[in-house]
C-alpha cells in the first residue's frame, strides 16, 4: 500500500514538474520552519492521495470502536448473569415439600411436648431419612418457630428447639 502511494505520489511531482531529488532532500534541512498543513495545502494531489490512503484506516478504526463496544456490552452481560447464577447457588432452594416438613416437625413436636429434638429424632419423627433432615437446617434456621444450635453435651451435634414465644403462644 505505501509503495503504491510512494509511485503515486512521484509521478504527481513529475508532472508538476518538480525535481525528486529537492523533494527527498526538503525534509533534510533543519534550519528551516516546515508546516506539513502548508505542503499539504499547496499541493491538492499529494492532498486527495493522503486522503485516499488514510481512508481504509479510519474506517478499520470505527469498526474496531464498534467492535470493542460490543465486546464491553457482551462482558456486562456475562457478568450479569454469573451474578444472577452465583446468587441461585448461594441461596438453598426451598420447595413446598420442604416448608411441609418444617411445618409437620413443629406440629408434631408441639403435639407430643417436645421443647427440642436432635436431627435424628425429628427425621424419626417426621418418617424422613437423615440426609434429608439435614437438608433442612437452612429452613429451619430462617423459620422463626425454630433455633437451631449446637449440643452443649456433644461436640458435632445439632439440636432444634423451639423458640421460646413459639411454646408460650401455644
Same mark, same amino acid.
Given at each position: 500500500? /505505501? $509503495?503504491?502511494?510512494?509511485?503515486? /505520489? @512521484? ?8 525535481? #525528486? ?11 528551516? #520552519? ?17 486522503? #485516499?490512503?488514510? &481512508? ?8 474496531l ?14 457478568? $450479569?448473569?454469573?451474578?444472577? +447464577? ?23 413436636m ?5 421443647? #427440642? $429434638? %436432635? /436431627?435424628?429424632?425429628?427425621?424419626r ?5 437423615? +440426609?434429608?433432615? +439435614? ?10 418457630? /425454630?433455633? @437451631? %444450635?449446637?449440643? &452443649?453435651?456433644?461436640? %458435632? ?14
Amino acid at each position: 500500500m /505505501f $509503495a503504491a502511494c510512494y509511485q503515486l /505520489f @512521484v509521478k504527481t511531482m513529475n508532472e508538476e514538474k518538480v525535481n #525528486q531529488d529537492s523533494v527527498l532532500n526538503f525534509s533534510a534541512q533543519p534550519d528551516e #520552519q516546515v508546516d506539513s498543513q502548508n505542503i499539504l495545502l499547496l499541493n491538492p494531489n499529494l492532498r486527495t492521495l493522503i486522503q #485516499q490512503a488514510t &481512508a481504509p484506516l479510519h474506517a478499520e478504526i470505527v469498526e474496531l470502536k464498534q467492535r470493542i463496544e460490543e465486546l464491553e456490552v457482551n462482558l456486562q452481560l456475562e457478568i $450479569a448473569s454469573d451474578r444472577r +447464577r452465583l446468587t441461585a447457588l448461594e441461596k438453598p432452594v426451598c420447595g413446598e415439600r420442604m416448608r411441609k416438613h418444617a411445618d409437620d416437625l413443629y406440629d408434631v413436636m408441639i403435639k407430643n411436648g417436645m421443647r #427440642q $429434638a %436432635t /436431627f435424628t429424632q425429628a427425621a424419626r419423627l417426621l418418617g424422613i431419612t437423615y +440426609r434429608h433432615m +439435614r437438608r433442612l437446617h437452612s429452613i429451619l434456621d430462617e423459620d422463626p418457630r /425454630f433455633d @437451631v %444450635t449446637k449440643d &452443649a453435651r456433644h461436640k %458435632t451435634r445439632y439440636v432444634i428447639r423451639l423458640t421460646v414465644s413459639t411454646i408460650r403462644g401455644r
